[in-house]
């Protein structure tokens, strides 16, 4: 069994945002075997061992924190991690650059596309929704001189064209913010999520998977799609928000 699980932002200790998680957390979650954790392309060969457990650990976004914070701690403890980069990101301020990526690369670590923009492409037409796959697969490829098969969708969004559509363009292994574990072959892949909201009970919860987390996983993605389409991302977002500084005034 596989347990997939994304990260963003690394930080060394008050989170701003939902997203965010502390350094504190960070090594909660690098916290096994260093021959549990996986990266994209290992995904085929390990995910038929149904009794032996591993971790998928990634990052998206490309932030400036996956190669100040993350990287070291990853090469210290000789684990491997997946990053998941937006090309008009990389070298801004607050991310990654292409030589940091391609040290992280020639480390053993796997970087993946989030798109050539961190857009919703649901809402994209097919054109640009292609061009969106496409052009960060290539300029990827390019530069770190690999083939570039793992693509993580930017806020989680996607329909089953979308995944045809990456597909035919050459990504073998999609992923979606939705919560669960790899052990089959599928179209789109889960990843659950550590954020500034939990506590180290929580991140435990998802790294000692037990059935009774799993139900509960069921019930907060159905939870998550019913507040979107009876009150719009807009809230959605306003409840991490408050639910973030919840967590600061407590």
Same mark, same amino acid.
């Given at each position: 069994?596989?347990?997939?699980?994304?990260?963003?932002?690394?930080?060394?200790?008050?989170?701003?945002?939902?997203?965010?998680?502390?350094?504190?957390?960070?090594?909660?979650?690098?916290?096994?075997?260093?021959?549990?954790?996986?990266?994209?392309?290992?995904?085929?060969? @390990?995910?038929?061992?149904?009794?032996?457990?591993? /971790?998928?650990? !990634? +990052?998206?976004? =490309?932030?400036?924190?996956?190669?100040? %914070?993350?990287?070291?701690?990853?090469?210290?403890?000789?684990?491997?991690?997946?990053?998941?980069?937006?090309?008009?990101?990389?070298?801004?301020?607050?991310?990654?650059?292409?030589?940091?990526?391609?040290?992280?690369?020639?480390?053993?670590?796997?970087?993946?596309?989030?798109?050539?923009?961190?857009?919703?492409?649901?809402?994209?037409?097919?054109?640009?929704?292609?061009?969106?796959?496409?052009?960060?697969?290539?300029? @990827?490829?390019?530069?770190?001189?690999?083939?570039? /098969?793992?693509? !993580? +969708?930017?806020? =989680?969004?996607?329909?089953?064209?979308? %995944?045809?559509?990456?597909?035919?363009?050459?990504?073998?292994?999609?992923?979606?913010?939705?919560?669960?574990?790899?052990?089959?072959?599928?179209?789109?892949?889960?990843?659950?999520?550590?954020?500034?909201?939990?506590?180290?009970?929580?991140?435990?919860?998802?790294?000692?998977?037990?059935?009774?987390?799993?139900?509960?996983w069921t019930l907060e993605d159905v939870s998550k799609i019913l507040i979107k389409f009876l009150f719009g991302d807009r809230m959605y977002v306003t409840v991490r928000k408050f639910i973030v500084s919840g967590r600061k005034n407590a």
């Open positions: 069994m596989i347990v997939p699980i994304v990260l963003h932002r690394v930080v060394e200790s008050a989170c701003d945002e939902f997203e965010d998680v502390t350094i504190a957390s960070l090594d909660r979650v690098l916290g096994k075997k260093t021959g549990q954790y996986i990266v994209t392309d290992d995904i085929d060969d @390990l995910k038929i061992k149904s009794k032996e457990k591993y /971790y998928l650990i !990634s +990052f998206d976004d =490309g932030c400036l924190s996956d190669y100040e %914070i993350v990287f070291p701690r990853l090469k210290k403890l000789n684990i491997k991690a997946t990053f998941f980069v937006n090309i008009e990101n990389v070298g801004k301020s607050g991310f990654t650059n292409w030589d940091m990526l391609k040290e992280m690369k020639g480390s053993k670590m796997s970087i993946g596309s989030h798109g050539y923009s961190h857009t919703n492409m649901t809402m994209s037409d097919k054109t640009k929704a292609k061009f969106n796959l496409l052009e960060s697969k290539k300029c @990827l490829e390019n530069i770190l001189f690999d083939d570039v /098969y793992g693509f !993580s +969708f930017p806020y =989680g969004k996607y329909n089953t064209n979308l %995944i045809g559509l990456a597909k035919s363009v050459g990504y073998k292994y999609c992923f979606s913010s939705r919560h669960g574990v790899i052990v089959e072959d599928s179209d789109i892949y889960p990843r659950n999520s550590i954020n500034g909201s939990m506590t180290f009970e929580d991140i435990d919860r998802i790294l000692n998977l037990k059935l009774y987390t799993r139900f509960i």
